[in-house]
């Protein structure tokens, strides 16, 4: 019988499975932050368990994590016991912290592959819907609530009912491979398939125009997994994802026989059944700009904004959601997405903030100034990368452009630390939601990939940056 | 000791209706309301910057500013409800106000999961029920053992997996039943080649 890649992930970890119920499935590595875990903690306390495997767990801090002077002491007293519970935590469990001091410190979904904990083939969850972005190795990686992270501390496996499984089958070649970049790929399937179109699936990325991309690219992709709805995102692991998890701090000893084993095992077999399919010309694909308030709202460069009807066609309920997403935006129907004028912007998060993205951005950056109007920041995805962006000399072209250069965490992706909008203000930003209020109460985002929203740091408004000069 | 969730039987109320697509969870609990380590006490911050203006005032056109339903135990909701982050805040949330089913014609994947582990059942129903439900002013019951909603005069019934209803019904925890497959866990351990990350 033929196996898709994940049906072979999943069957390598059932511990218990019986029939119409959901199975045991076995969980290689758990990854724990600030703000989804210190009520799971408290749940092992209060039943006195203990965590079962310490050794395939590891926890960070990045969520409300300042990303201003780290010597200082924080002002935000709430976030500041959040952090500290976790230190605490990871002391009394025995759970290796990647602490607000560390080298290695960064967003999770950043450092995870950055140190080779990542693993193809393997299970991997976390307290964080992005979790997914890890399924660019070839892995089974998703988010869970509290309740999941305490059931994993406890017994390393969680209860799930099986997902479907759901090809996105990615063809042809990019016109321009600079300027249409994973980011736009990734937007420009979600507006096809929206939000909730693969919901209870695990998709895999598939076909040339995916081979073609680097890592860091296809982490992009696996990343908004979640914003199409899906339970998790991956791809199969090819030589550049061996490669990648080489030589890293945590690469396991005998990584020359894991990759024998993954190469003979780690791919969906020819003629596997997928429960749906869906196929992308990617030569197609212009840069996007989404314009709404969920990752579906989304448009080419050179297009308008839509009116409710187009967008909803004859769905009532899109429609009305489209109304409200405009009027929440401050945006008219019909006007030209590079007439759009940007107050803020935002290069960082788990989905645009590794060094790849950092150097593409400075390309477009490199000898200009960011606009009088704007105010620009880059929060690098892991001190790592900030480190290394440091070594090639990127801060120097981004301080000299009047970026703020700043310390690694999820800063205003999501806004938890005091990187936040203000209400009213508008934002070019290469994180993953545009959700209502996402970067700060009445805050505007805008959706796009890193050279999208370095070119428009430096003119105040969208443009095509295929046509950068 | 055993720490067990209230069971859940029988819900008796009127229907709050919020007919809105998408609602994701970061409108369900703003992220400025993540930052405490407890779970409960959410309540108050429920669906925070639709409820409240930049003030802190109530907003008078938001329906659950409406004392009509603040006894409300029932939200009925459109597509794909609770997507977006996975804080189980949102559901701490919105049970702490005082919702202990939500109905919708989908959910979000992980917001499904959590609402189960908290004691609240989310119900999937097609849309023309959704509808009906959406504009029901009388009490509603829902019986989880019979998946019956009685509405005045009749009857919906709904679907839900049946080994989810019974840990509901029951409260169980799930790591008890977990810890029971102990043999089979340490079994797998020995059997498999999981690679310890140090």
Redo the contacts between chains.
């Keep these: 019988m033929t196996e898709t890649l994940f049906e072979k992930i999943w069957n390598?970890h059932v511990?218990?499975e019986r029939e119409?119920?959901?199975s045991?499935i076995?969980i290689?590595?758990h990854l724990v932050h600030e703000?989804?875990s210190?009520?799971a903690f408290?749940?092992l306390r209060?039943?006195?368990?203990q965590v079962r495997r310490p050794?395939?767990?590891?926890a960070t801090i990045d969520?409300?994590v300042p990303t201003t002077d780290r010597s200082l002491p924080m002002i935000?007293e709430?976030?500041s016991?959040?952090i500290n519970?976790l230190e605490k935590n990871c002391k009394d469990f025995g759970i290796?912290l990647f602490g607000i001091n560390d080298p290695n410190q960064g967003i999770v979904h950043v450092i995870g592959p950055q140190l080779g904990?990542t693993?193809p083939g393997?299970t991997i969850v976390c307290?964080?819907?992005h979790t997914s972005t890890q399924g660019a190795f070839g892995a089974f990686a998703f988010?869970?609530?509290?309740?999941?992270v305490?059931?994993t501390l406890?017994?390393?496996?969680l209860?799930l009912?099986k997902?479907k499984t759901f090809e996105i089958l990615a063809t042809g070649k990019r016109r321009n491979s600079f300027a249409v970049t994973s980011k736009d790929i990734i937007l420009s399937i979600i507006k096809e398939i929206g939000?909730?179109g693969g919901?209870?699936h695990v998709l895999e990325y598939r076909g040339d125009a995916i081979s073609d991309l680097s890592m860091e690219q296809r982490m992009t992709i696996c990343n908004m997994s979640?914003?199409a709805?899906?339970?998790a995102g991956l791809i199969a692991p090819d030589e550049k994802a061996f490669d990648y998890i080489n030589n890293r701090e945590?690469t396991?000893k005998?990584y020359e026989q894991?990759v024998d084993t993954w190469k003979d095992n780690l791919m969906s077999d020819t003629n596997a059944k997928f429960d749906k399919s869906f196929t992308i010309d990617v030569e197609k694909i212009e840069p996007q700009v989404s314009w709404g308030t969920?990752p579906a709202m989304v448009s080419d460069v050179t297009g308008t904004i839509p009116t409710p009807e187009e967008y909803g066609q004859s769905n009532e309920?899109?429609i009305?959601?489209a109304k409200k997403a405009l009027d929440y935006m401050n945006l008219e129907p019909e006007t030209p997405i590079v007439e759009i004028p940007i107050d803020r912007v935002f290069i960082g998060s788990c989905t645009n903030a590794r060094l790849e993205d950092l150097k593409d951005a400075a390309k477009i950056v490199k000898g200009k100034t960011v606009n009088p109007d704007v105010n620009a920041m880059i929060v690098p995805g892991s001190q790592m990368v900030k480190y290394e962006a440091e070594k090639l000399g990127l801060d120097k072209i981004f301080k000299d452009a009047n970026f703020e250069w700043r310390e690694s965490g999820c800063s205003m992706c999501?806004?938890?630390n005091p990187d936040i909008l203000k209400?009213g203000e508008r934002c070019a930003s290469t994180s993953n939601?545009n959700?209502?209020?996402?970067q700060g109460?009445?805050g505007r985002t805008h959706l796009v990939s890193p050279v999208m929203a370095a070119a428009a740091a430096i003119t105040g408004h969208f443009v095509d940056v295929r046509e950068w000069s | 000791?055993?720490?067990k969730l209230e069971s859940f039987s029988k819900v008796t109320s009127i229907i709050t209706p919020f007919d809105k697509?998408?609602v994701?969870t970061?409108?369900i609990i703003?992220?400025?309301f993540?930052?405490?380590?407890?779970?409960t006490g959410y309540g108050k911050f429920l669906f925070y910057?639709w409820r409240f203006d930049?003030d802190g005032k109530p907003k008078n056109d938001f329906i659950l500013n409406n004392t009509l339903y603040e006894d409300s135990k029932i939200l009925v909701t459109?597509?794909?409800f609770g997507?977006?982050?996975?804080?189980?805040?949102a559901?701490w949330a919105l049970k702490d106000f005082g919702f202990n089913v939500i109905i919708s014609p989908?959910f979000?994947?992980?917001f499904y999961?959590?609402c189960f582990?908290?004691g609240v059942l989310p119900i999937i129903l097609d849309i023309e029920k959704i509808n009906k439900l959406l504009q029901f002013e009388d009490e509603v019951e829902i019986d989880l053992n019979s998946q019956k909603i009685s509405l005045s005069d009749e009857f919906i019934d709904f679907d839900i997996?049946?080994?989810r209803k019974i840990r509901l019904l029951k409260g169980l925890d799930?790591?008890d039943l977990?810890?029971k497959?102990d043999e089979?866990?340490e079994k797998?351990?020995n059997d498999?080649s999981?690679?310890?990350?140090?």
Aim: glycine share 8%; charged share 25%; net charge negative.
């Design positions: 390598s511990v218990v119409n119920e959901p045991l076995y290689d590595r703000v989804t210190p009520q408290d749940g209060l039943n006195n368990r050794d395939l767990t590891i969520h409300n935000d709430t976030s016991t959040q519970t290796k904990i693993l393997s307290g964080d819907s988010g869970i609530g509290t309740s999941e305490e059931h406890a017994t390393q496996t209860w009912e997902p939000t909730d919901a209870g979640i914003e709805g899906s339970r945590y396991p005998n894991l969920n309920i899109q009305a959601s999501l806004g938890m209400p939601r959700f209502e209020g996402r109460s009445g | 000791m055993e720490l697509a998408n994701d970061d409108q703003p992220k400025q993540l930052k405490l380590i407890t779970k910057d930049h459109n597509e794909n997507c977006g982050s996975s804080r189980e805040h559901v989908s979000a994947d992980i999961s959590n582990k908290n997996d049946s080994h799930d790591i977990t810890l497959e089979k866990i797998f351990e498999s999981i690679v310890s990350i140090f």
